[in-house]
């Protein structure tokens, strides 16, 4: 059973950066795209960025040109580098790769941006 490890979450300060990393604990083929979602107190889960296969990417409008997300394909993993971080960030996010034939998920890593 493939795993998703991510990690980098914890606490920051309004305006600060943080790097969540999400790494697999075995290489998933037939990648369609990696994402990150996010869920925070009270609110369903949301996609906050996603990459496809071929390096397109999306973000939620709230965090366009704040975030990226950028990949290591041969590593197989993917991050989300979150800066100008605000209080309304504050959630558990979760890394996802939906491959040709399964929908992997993370167990989430809690940012909390505060002061």
């Known amino acids: 059973q493939v795993q998703l490890v991510e990690s980098g979450g914890g606490l920051v300060q309004p305006g600060g950066s943080l790097r969540l990393s999400c790494a697999t604990s075995?290489?998933?083929?037939?990648?369609?795209?990696m994402a990150w979602h996010r869920q925070a107190p009270g609110k369903e889960r949301e996609l906050v960025a996603k990459?496809?296969?071929?390096?397109?990417?999306n973000y939620t409008d709230s965090v366009k040109g704040r975030f990226t997300i950028p990949r290591d394909n041969g590593k197989n993993s993917v991050y989300l580098q979150m800066n100008s971080l605000k209080p309304d960030d504050t959630a558990v996010y979760y890394c996802?790769?939906?491959?040709?034939?399964?929908?992997?998920w993370g167990q989430g890593t809690l940012v909390t941006v505060s002061s």
């Open positions: 996802n790769i939906l491959s040709s034939w399964l929908d992997y």
């Open positions: 075995e290489t998933i083929f037939g990648i369609v795209f």
């Open positions: 990459i496809t296969s071929g390096g397109r990417t």
